[in-house]
């Protein structure tokens, strides 16, 4: 099926119409990559968003996330089809290990409701593996809809899928690329630990670990 087609099946399906400018959280991972490369294919302004935990400075998770816009734009360019305006990623420390005190970066998300107008949040958090649940997450569906401090509208489209969907998204809009810029694991050794629940579900889902790494 054309690219197109499965962007405006996407649109309908996660997205309210009415929204010009959204703010993303963009992890430098898989699931986040996915939506940011849904919404450069819509007219809506993006201001993607990237906690660096603070308790992993030696991780560059901000390095992978440019790329991962990087590849974006230019796959925008190239098509001639990039709708979005993608705007600079907006750094903020984060201690992954206490999202609720960090209150999931609401110093940032406060200046970019005020100072830009940013009415609505995009998570990328989707599930973790069937009876092997996410670290530290241990939200399902409607509860990741409805996180608690006080955001404006929440949008988080794999909340009721997991990596293998994901991977299948992957697949059908042919972003095989796209994945292997994406970091899952969350060490910071040279290559993929393939031993950190990340890995495991990375390749789970992909059959291959970080970089396309066997
Ligand atoms: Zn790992």
Redesign the pocket.
């Known amino acids: 099926m054309h690219r197109g087609k499965l962007v405006f099946i996407w649109l309908q399906m996660y997205f309210p119409k009415d929204i010009k400018k959204c703010g993303l959280f963009l992890s430098g991972g898989i699931d986040s990559a996915l939506i940011l490369y849904h919404l450069s294919k819509l007219p809506v302004e993006v201001y993607p968003i990237h906690g660096y935990d603070i308790n992993a400075s030696e991780m560059d998770t901000i390095t992978v996330a440019q790329n991962v816009k990087n590849w974006i734009l230019m796959d925008g360019i190239q098509k001639k089809d990039l709708k979005a305006k993608i705007h600079d990623i907006f750094i903020h420390p984060m201690d992954y290990g206490d999202k609720p005190k960090y209150y999931y970066m609401r110093p940032a998300r406060k200046y970019l409701e005020q100072r830009f107008a940013v009415t609505h949040w995009v998570f990328g958090t989707s599930q973790g593996m069937p009876g092997d649940e996410r670290p530290g997450n241990s939200m399902k569906g409607k509860e990741l809809q409805n996180l608690p401090d006080n955001y404006n509208d929440i949008i988080v489209p794999w909340a009721y899928k997991n990596k293998q969907d994901i991977a299948k998204e992957y697949a059908e809009f042919n972003l095989n690329e796209l994945a292997n810029i994406t970091n899952s694991?969350?060490?910071s050794t040279p290559v993929?630990?393939?031993?950190?629940w990340?890995?495991k579900e990375r390749y789970w889902a992909f059959n291959s670990y970080d970089g396309g790494v066997q």
């Open positions: 694991c969350i060490k993929p630990c393939r031993e950190c990340w890995c």
